[in-house]
């Protein structure tokens, strides 16, 4: 066998409630990947969460990130319950080096078809978490601010981000994926007309690194995102990559995840320079777990995004090929998509596609 091939090994961190139904799925869709793609995958189960907590002490032990640093090429993660954020009071206080982008397609059928991505900024903005508060001196009353910080470095490395995202997915669309855009576009979001050094230097940034050679396919908008917000719930067709600031970013991909008519349809991934963690947009909805109805497509389409990090577009595309054929007929739709199929079904009619 003189066949290339590329060995790539995967964490699964499931993490709470139907976190533990949709990963597996994640991992029988990349078994299930032909072989003439040249990929060998290898698994390694990782602990964090809630019920890690409970029986640990720690939500995510040193453990897991370690094997993530030191074995894993990508990993795939679920979910935590939001019991774990009370359990903590006090949020983790040093930002990751993180950036998240959202995938949506519609599934809804109000709208006229859209497929768009946001890349969110993950490390600064106003979630450094600089806050203080005070006692006005005039009034005697209590007053709070944050700090919102835009670096230079930061704005240039996530509008690079967006522009290699545009330009790989006019690729995989030139594979034959359905698309309703005919050219790259991305479109970067900020308040600058209020916020003139923040988001101003997030807009020349991002102006000036989509300028590059690399980009010179990429047709360059820009919106100020109060607009956007309107013209995203109006018309989301207009749309393609979305680069924002963290609290834009964050903020949107909500609202964009809202038209799908799902969370169980919408994927996401955090991304670094040197790992990817696929991760669906849905928490760990403890009103359906354990029923085994689940929605396991926004898992699956993860597992394409974070094999897409990888550099495995192909494969990334014939995920996303089966998942939309899946759903284009219709024969296998899970309660929140108005059907009765199981997780297992809509996994197997998947697999079978594939
Ligand atoms: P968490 O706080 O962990 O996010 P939550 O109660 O907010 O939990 P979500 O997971 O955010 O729950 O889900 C919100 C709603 O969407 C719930 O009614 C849930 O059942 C539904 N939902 C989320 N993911 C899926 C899925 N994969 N399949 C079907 N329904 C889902
Ligand atoms: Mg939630």
């Known amino acids: 066998d003189t066949m290339a091939s590329r060995a790539l090994r995967i964490g699964l961190i499931p993490g709470d409630g139907i976190g533990r139904e949709v990963i597996p799925a994640g991992r029988r869709l990349l078994e299930a990947l032909p072989a003439s793609l040249g990929l060998k995958f290898s698994f390694v189960d990782l602990e964090a969460g809630f019920e890690t907590f409970k029986q640990t002490g720690v939500a995510l032990p040193e453990k897991t990130v370690e094997v993530l640093q030191r074995e894993c090429d990508g990993a795939l993660f679920g979910a935590v319950s939001p019991r774990l954020l009370v359990a903590h009071r006090r949020p983790p206080q040093t930002p990751r080096p993180v950036r998240q982008r959202t995938s949506c397609q519609d599934y809804s059928g109000a709208l006229s078809p859209f497929d768009l991505v946001i890349v969110r ?9 600089e806050e203080r508060t005070y006692t006005d001196p005039v009034t005697g009353r209590p007053v709070a601010e944050a700090i919102k910080r835009i670096s230079e470095r930061a704005s240039t490395r996530i509008a690079r981000m967006a522009g290699d995202i545009a ?25 600058s007309n209020v916020l003139s050094q923040t988001d101003g230097l997030f807009r020349e940034a991002a102006r000036a690194a989509l300028e590059l050679p690399e980009y010179k396919d990429v047709v360059v908008d820009e919106q100020i995102v109060d607009s956007m917000v309107y013209k995203l719930f109006r018309q989301p067709s207009t749309y393609d990559v979305i680069v924002a600031p963290n609290l834009y970013g964050d903020l949107l991909s909500d609202g964009a995840a809202a038209l799908v008519g799902s969370l169980g349809l919408v994927p996401s991934a955090n991304v670094s320079d040197s790992f990817v963690i696929g991760e669906p947009c849905h928490g760990s909805a403890p009103d359906i777990m354990g029923k085994g109805i689940a929605n396991p497509i926004a898992t699956m389409r993860s597992v394409g995004l974070m094999l897409e990090f990888l550099g495995e577009e192909h494969a990334a595309a014939m995920v996303y090929q089966a998942v939309d054929e899946s759903l284009g007929e219709k024969e296998f739709l899970s309660p929140d998509l108005g059907g009765e199929a199981s997780t297992e079904e809509v996994i197997a009619d998947v697999l079978r596609r594939l």
């Open 167 to 191: 330009v790989r997915r006019q690729k995989i669309r030139e594979n034959g994926a359905e698309s309703i855009h005919t050219r790259p576009l991305v479109t970067i979001t900020h308040k």
């Open 121 to 129: 900024e993950n490390t600064e903005d106003l979630y450094v978490k």
